[in-house]
Structure formats: C-alpha cells, structure tokens
C-alpha cells in the first residue's frame, strides 16, 4: 500500500485541521492505519491509530478528547480531525500502514516500530 498525506498546514492556537491520509495498491480494511507525529528535535510518536478489521481506535493522551481518527474503506482515506489545537501540536504529522488489526489491550500496535508502510508527512504548525 502507498500512503499519500495531505492537509497540513498553519493554523492557531484553539483552531481545528483535518488531515487525510489517501491509500493506493490497497484497500484501508486490510490494514491497521496510523497517524504519527514529529516535532523538531523530538522522537517520532504515536497520534492515533485505527483499524476497521476489528473496529479497533487508539489515541494517545495528549490528544484525548481533541482529535478524532476515521477511516473511510470506500474513498480509501483515514482522516484526523484535530481540534481545540495547541502549540505543541506543531509537527511534521506522517500515515503508517501494517497489515492486519491494531489488536487491543497489551498487543495493541501503537508504537512507531510497528509500522511498515508510511508516507512522505505532512507540516503541521499551530501558531500562540
């Protein structure tokens, strides 16, 4: 599968972006889908994650509550709506594929590694 992302942007503080992940080679069912983020001078990590196999969604906690993963089998998309945004959301926001379901609990695949397939990012900066 190639993952293509796009609606990135400038945006302030307290504002709202959707950003789409579109899909190609593969349809979104077969695989969990996942939305990272990297800000300068920091670790890529995990935003949210979703997988329609099981129905499964992740978010990391300091996105709880603000942003919303979707995915979309038909148009073949995953969208991350973000909202209530702030500041140290600023980063280079990337999709990552991995066949099968996110799994739940303890096996939940969340974690950078776990990713195999990604696309080329997308900026996101949130002005103060």
């Known amino acids: 599968v190639q993952l293509v992302e796009s609606g990135g942007g400038l945006v302030q503080a307290g504002g709202s972006l959707t950003l789409s992940c579109a899909a190609s080679?593969?349809?979104?069912?077969?695989?969990?889908i996942g939305w990272f983020r990297q800000a300068p001078g920091k670790s890529r990590e995990g935003v949210a994650c979703?997988?329609?196999?099981?129905?499964?969604?992740y978010y990391a906690d300091s996105v709880k509550g603000r942003v919303t993963i979707s995915s979309d089998g038909y148009a073949n998309v995953v969208y991350l709506q973000m909202k209530m945004m702030k500041p140290e959301d600023t980063a280079v926001y990337y999709c990552?594929?991995?066949?099968?379901?996110?799994?739940?609990?303890?096996?939940?695949?969340?974690?950078?590694?776990?990713?195999?397939?990604w696309g080329q990012g997308t900026q996101v900066t949130v002005s103060s």
């Open positions: 990552a594929a991995v066949p099968g379901p996110i799994g739940t609990g303890h096996a939940m695949r969340k974690m950078t590694y776990e990713y195999d397939r």
């Open positions: 080679g593969a349809t979104v069912d077969d695989y969990a």
């Open positions: 979703i997988s329609n196999a099981d129905g499964s969604t």
